[in-house]
């Protein structure tokens, strides 16, 4: 009884314990599935649109060091609305066959909001050369909360799995 009583117990644990690193996509407006990108510390991952102006593609890189996303570069392809024409101090600006690099971003986010866009925005998520378009997983309109977390196996067996 008492390899029963353990085996339960590990199980229970393996289940319901938070120790599973994540990239996760909350959902903020509406009742639905989050989902979850598997991911350990110091990786990183990009998201990826285009923007509502241009329609050029916008790439930001970002790493998941110590429970927070941090910013990496940002690649796009025009300097008019909304986009930086330089960079910040401490930062790299590069022009390069056709693209703005800006780079050695500062500061860090405890989380992103992002409306996920209906037509032409096409917010993707870019991940081991993996590409995930986000209104699939999360519904087009949705407003997510994109934050690094623990979730247990439960969670995410409950929720949609990116890398997996």
Known sequence: MGMGLLGFLLAVVWAFYPYRSVVAFHQVDRQGSNAYMPITDNENFKLKFTHSVHLSDVIEEYE?????????????????????????????FEAKD?????????????????????????????????????KDIVGAGSVIRIEPDRVSNWELMRGETLDE
Do not use: F
């Not at 940002?74 to 930062?91: C, L, R, V, W």
């Open 64 to 92: 998941v060091k110590n429970g927070k996303l941090y910013p990496v570069q940002m690649i796009y392809e025009d300097t008019a609305i909304g986009m930086p024409s330089n960079a910040d101090e401490g930062e790299t």
């Open 98 to 134: 056709g693209k703005y690099y800006i780079s050695n971003l500062q500061g860090s986010h405890e989380s992103i909001n992002l409306s996920v866009g209906k037509v032409r925005a096409d917010h993707t998520i870019i991940y081991k050369k993996q590409s995930y378009l986000l």
